[in-house]
């Protein structure tokens, strides 16, 4: 029995299957309308891709919008510049705190209990020396670093708002029909009551 089910099941399916091309076209056809919108063709031709849409369109919108161009250059000339400012302070103080860190832990290594307390409180008062010094150069760089992530963040933000009109504009242009997805259902609830009748 199962292997008559079997082969009726296997035996419709290739029927299906050789049904005429011309009939499943519309299938795809009738999926979108036809008409195109600027962004909808510049989506297919961007070749320059992220791997998310926003910033695929939004460098389409940015190829013909001078003041587009300007303030995106804008913000990675300060993104960079953010990095290079605060690169020297973080090399000096990074090797200062690496100092004492391999300071401490070497003296971990000196047996003489009197010795060892000495030099660890030497240790310690020379840090908190140089974090009191430095106090104000670090409040300085987590400054620099919260407002460029807040610049990185409005910018974002802005190119999300930017941007939601063109996919508004791709979607209008693309409006889904349901008539090739009724034609499908119907197309297998055909086949379905043709199992149903099989003994």
Known sequence: ???????????????????NKSQQAPAVENAVDKAESSVSSSIKKNTRSYG???????????????????????????????EE???????????SETYYNDAVTLSNSVTDSIT??????????SS???????????????KIRKNNAAILDHYVAFKIRKTLPEIEKYQNAHPLKAD?????INKQNKLLEELKKLK
Request: glycine share 2%; net charge positive.
């Open 1 to 19: 029995m199962k292997k008559i089910l079997f082969a009726s099941t296997l035996a419709l399916s290739l029927l299906s299957c050789r049904e």
């Open 85 to 95: 400012t605060i690169a020297e302070y973080d090399n000096v103080i990074g090797k």
């Open 128 to 142: 908190d020396r140089y974090k009191l010094k430095t106090k104000t150069i670090k409040d300085l760089i987590d």
């Open 52 to 82: 998310n849409l926003v910033h695929e369109i939004y460098d389409e919108l940015l190829k013909n919008n001078k003041p587009l161009q300007e303030l995106d250059q804008k913000i990675e000339t300060i993104n960079k510049e953010t």
């Open 180 to 184: 090739s997805l009724n034609q499908f």
């Open 116 to 125: 060892k307390k000495q030099i660890e409180q030497e240790i310690k008062t």
